[in-house]
């Protein structure tokens, strides 16, 4: 256990899951124990991660389910009970973008479902060619490309809805292909653009680390993408924390992470950048007191307002809390 590095410090955690799988339970009470763990959290946005989908309806309309559970988690967190965090004040929902007229009859459920929270999509084209990387979902090469795909997210703008990217590295070119042809939609990469290490990208990081700073690089010149800084600590990601003997500290964190972070936040700035904690998906390489610690470690040279910003301040706007 550390201390909490500058506790008095305001968060906005931008990016958690809530579940109840058959394997493993991750819902409020154990969210809220995380977050209660000495940082002063504030507020959180959820992200989609296919939780507690309608079991009956169309196919198109199901994912409308996991609004209105993340609503209601939101509803117990505004209470009286569970203390001062507000949870799922901000809820990021799934919508299939290539199923075309019903796109808008799916962000109309989710924005009636809860119209309070309600504040984007994300559906995840993270693809590869190895069967050793993990896929989700049902994902296809170049889907970011394809027409249908396209006029799904453009649709986001007619609700003022963001859509989060949730790719691998080598997919990043695509993101900066959407946001070129879409300019005016708001877009949110996720996970720093999803850094693999694992499966054929083991042991290759000095080789990968320049090709994923100049897509980074590139990217961020399209002013209407946000970056978020995390997801690091997956086992997807090949830094191993899971397998020490001891758990790793916020230093060792930092020293790992610390190149990856500092280069997003020198390429986007603070204004369109946010610490996440990706919850419970990066909890296999540290606790959430750590995390928190580790980021808070990386930021030690921004000022206030800069910190303000990577803290909170970019993710209330992102996401218009």
Request: include cysteine; hydrophobic fraction near 40%.
């Amino acid at each position: 256990m550390e201390d909490v590095i500058e506790p008095d410090l305001a968060i906005c955690d931008p990016h958690h899951h809530l579940w109840d799988f058959p394997t493993n339970r991750y819902l409020l009470h154990e969210f809220l124990a995380d977050v209660g763990d000495g940082h002063r959290v504030e507020s959180t946005v959820y992200v989609e991660c296919g939780s507690f989908y309608r079991a009956e309806g169309p196919d198109h309309l199901k994912p409308v389910g996991e609004t209105e559970f993340a609503a209601g988690q939101a509803a117990m967190a505004a209470s009286d009970r569970y203390g001062p965090a507000r949870v799922a004040l901000g809820i990021v929902g799934h919508a299939d973008m290539t199923t075309g007229d019903k796109v808008q009859e799916t962000l109309a459920a989710h924005v009636e479902a809860d119209p309070r929270r309600f504040r984007g999509v994300r559906h995840i084209t993270a693809w590869d060619a190895s069967d050793k990387i993990h896929g989700h979902g049902v994902v296809t090469p170049q889907m970011l490309a394809q027409p249908a795909f396209r006029a799904g997210v453009a649709a986001l703008g007619q609700f003022g809805l963001s859509f989060d990217a949730f790719v691998y590295h080598p997919q990043i070119e695509e993101v900066t292909a959407l946001a070129t042809a879409l300019p005016d939609q708001t877009i949110v990469l996720d996970h720093i653009g999803g850094m693999v290490g694992i499966g054929p990208y083991a042991g290759k990081r000095d080789e990968i680390f320049p090709v994923w700073r100049a897509a980074i690089q590139e990217l961020a010149k399209r002013p209407n993408v946000n970056v978020k800084l995390g997801g690091l600590g997956m086992t997807l990601c090949g830094f191993g924390f899971h397998k020490l003997p001891e758990p790793a500290s916020s230093q060792v964190l930092a020293d790992a992470w610390g190149p990856y972070i500092e280069t997003c936040i020198e390429a986007f700035g603070a204004e369109r950048a946010m610490f996440e904690s990706n919850y419970p998906m990066d909890s296999p390489a540290c606790t959430y007191r750590t995390l928190w610690n580790a980021f808070k470690r990386l930021a030690q040279g921004a000022s206030a307002d800069e910190k303000a910003a990577l803290f909170k301040g970019t993710a209330e706007r992102v996401y218009r809390l």
